[in-house]
């Protein structure tokens, strides 16, 4: 089946496919001058090994590479490149690569010069360790002074660096199979990238305890490599046979639950628009809106009055979402918006309030900037806003959550957003994003018990840069990192990701989940110069206005051979019970669904690239 680009990813632009290379059961995937899913015996060992530079906003360089030469043969290969950034002011950087594997070992080697000097926040390696198969398991450390010790993988997710001043790590691959990564050339220490909903572990050189940004002097090399040694006691080292892969089976499983309401943001940048499309928010007939509203932003009278506008026309639950400026009294400012609402006639059913400056990210080594205690906020809107449902957590990720704890005594529910762009924006690594949301609910509820717990607003797009000064511009329609527009939004990419995202996080009890404004570039409808499906919808409409239809619905967990590949779900409400299966890949791919029962005599699907389906099923 041929499919359109544009439908599935929102632009023409395709990934360059990677070059598979292989050292007999050793296999690697090159892709823009870095490895992706290294695999061994054909169980993933590293997710991956780079070589990264970020500019001071911790955006990423997409290097030049050049003089690329690949040489491979059953039980070796070898890759050589040159990789050219070009920073700002007329700065240079070049780096020079090696990259060998043989059947038992990797080595990645790379000598980085900038002949005019160069500012940079990291510039180095980055490996990345999978989390399925490895978050709680055993691992062994070897630090920088020499000291051996034996340790694990982080389960409930790490807010701080779980290891550091490392040298070496090594974890269990399979049965009687180890793995040890050993990093030379500077001292390395590793995140838990799940705080960001990455699915992996992150080694990096350069501890954040040293300033960032800082200068790399000219002309003066600085060397690094990476080696990943295999330990295999079983013995030989031959690739196996090719195996042919077949259908994804799924499989009813026990855990139940029931479906989340699904809420829509507005800002009141989109709220005329909002107000156009009031027939279109009909259809989709979301349980909540979700109001952003930021003073420091300008936002005053007017945004409460359309809100309220819009709330009239919905006629269902709003929440006003605010960022409070912090810069006088907390009681002050709560009671003057609380003035401009009645002023307005607007009157939300909940308050999520959170200090503005709390959306910024305090890194490892940082001070927390000035703030008003967190229970001092949460009594002033108590005062100011009576008989409203009070909210709080975090207005960005569950990064910042994580790492400053509110007080949660005085909160009727908890709340935060996800984004999967923040640290790499290629097709595989956002898909890989979901895998992480299971963490990310568990550990909220192992710190938070059974409060009431929201997601959202969480969209492919970057609305806010908690890591830098701004986001990134995307006019060219790019993959890119941190970018407040996001082509894959426009496709049914985003309808695939939207329902993975559901089925992940559907074991956390949520009471409301929000993955979409409805205009704008977070929006369910596209703008007049935007090519659209009917009707200027963007395909990520027909999952969130499914996902709404089945708010209050039972649920029931369908266990997939493939979650990587294929996610599902079984929904039961008045109008009977559905499998829901999305393919979150972009190839087709067979579903056999004969042991979940569907109504249809056959058992077998066929889904096309990000395509979703709902079957009903047997009585």
């Known amino acids: 089946m041929t499919v359109d680009a544009f439908q599935l990813y929102g632009t023409r632009l395709v990934e360059t496919p990677p070059v598979r290379l292989r050292a007999g059961k050793l296999e ?116 920088v002074d020499g000291q051996i010790v034996a340790t694990r993988f982080p389960d409930v997710i790490e807010p701080w660096q779980p290891f550091k001043d490392m040298r070496a790590i090594t974890h269990a691959v399979m049965p009687d199979v180890q793995a040890e990564c050993r990093m030379e050339g500077d001292t390395s220490e590793m995140e838990d990238q799940r705080n960001w909903s990455d699915a992996s572990y992150k080694t990096y050189v350069r501890p954040l305890a040293l300033p960032w940004p800082y200068q790399m002097p000219a002309d003066r090399p600085v060397r690094q490599k990476t080696s990943l040694v295999i330990r295999d006691a079983r013995g030989s080292t031959r690739r196996p046979p090719g195996m042919s892969g077949g259908a994804v089976k799924l499989e009813l499983g026990a855990r139940t639950g029931t479906m989340p309401d699904i809420g829509v943001i507005i800002t009141p940048e989109e ?78 059913d909940a308050i999520m309030i959170s200090p503005s400056v709390d959306r910024q990210s305090t890194p490892p080594g940082s001070k927390w900037p000035e703030c008003p205690p967190l229970d001092e906020v949460y009594t ?147 703008g007049p110069a935007e090519p659209t499906e009917k009707g200027g919808r963007r395909p990520l409409f027909n999952t969130v206005r499914t996902l709404s239809r089945l708010a209050g619905a039972s649920w029931q967990e369908c266990v997939s051979s493939s979650p990587s590949a294929v996610l599902s779900f079984v929904a039961r409400n008045a109008a009977g019970a559905r499998l829901h299966v999305v393919n979150l890949t972009g190839e087709e791919r067979k579903v056999d669904c004969g042991a979940c029962r569907p109504a249809d005599a056959g058992k077998e699907l066929l889904l096309a690239p990000f395509a979703t389906a709902a079957l009903p099923l047997a009585d």
Not at 305 to 333: D, M, N, Q, W, Y
Request: charged content about 25%; aromatic content about 8%.
């Open 28 to 143: 690697a995937d090159l892709a823009n001058g870095n490895l992706r899913t290294i695999r061994y015996d054909g169980t993933e060992v590293l997710r991956a090994i780079s070589y990264l530079v970020r500019d001071r906003d911790w955006g990423t360089y997409s290097p030049e590479i050049t003089d690329l030469r690949i040489e491979q043969s059953d039980d070796r290969f070898e890759v050589a490149y040159l990789a050219r950034c070009e920073g700002p002011d007329d700065t240079k950087l070049i780096i020079d690569v090696r990259i060998v594997g043989s059947p038992d070992r990797l080595d990645f080697e790379a000598e980085a010069i900038a002949p005019t000097g160069f500012e940079t926040n990291r510039c180095g390696f980055c490996i990345l360790h999978p989390i399925v198969g490895v978050a709680g398991s055993p691992a062994t450390v070897e630090h």
């Open 271 to 348: 709220a005329d628009a909002t107000l156009s499309a009031k027939s279109v928010l009909s259809e989709i007939a979301p349980q909540e809106l979700l109001f952003h509203f930021d003073p420091s932003a300008g936002h005053g009278n007017d945004a409460l009055r359309r809100f309220a506008a819009i709330a009239t026309v919905h006629g269902g639950r709003s929440t006003l979402e605010i960022a409070l400026p912090c810069k006088s009294s907390p009681s002050s400012e709560a009671a003057e918006v609380a003035r401009q609402m009645r002023l307005a006639g607007f009157r939300p």
């Open 380 to 526: 002033a809107a108590r005062a100011a806003f009576p008989g409203i449902r009070i909210g709080g957590g975090m207005l960005s990720y569950f990064t910042e959550l994580n790492r400053k704890r509110v007080p949660d005594g005085q909160l009727d529910f908890v709340s935060h957003c996800t984004n999967p762009i923040v640290h790499a924006a290629d097709d595989l690594s956002v898909m890989q994003t979901l895998e992480a949301l299971p963490f990310i609910t568990r550990s909220v509820r192992a710190i938070y018990g059974d409060k009431p717990y929201r997601i959202g607003p969480s969209t492919i797009p970057m609305r806010q840069n908690p890591y830098g000064s701004r986001t990134m511009d995307n006019p060219a329609g790019a993959r890119i990192p941190m970018a407040n527009r996001d082509p894959r939004h426009n496709g049914r990419f985003a309808e695939a990701f939207a329902l993975g995202y559901a089925i992940r996080v559907l074991d956390a009890g949520l009471e409301c989940l929000t993955l979409s404004a409805l205009s704008g570039p977070f929006g369910l409808i596209a």
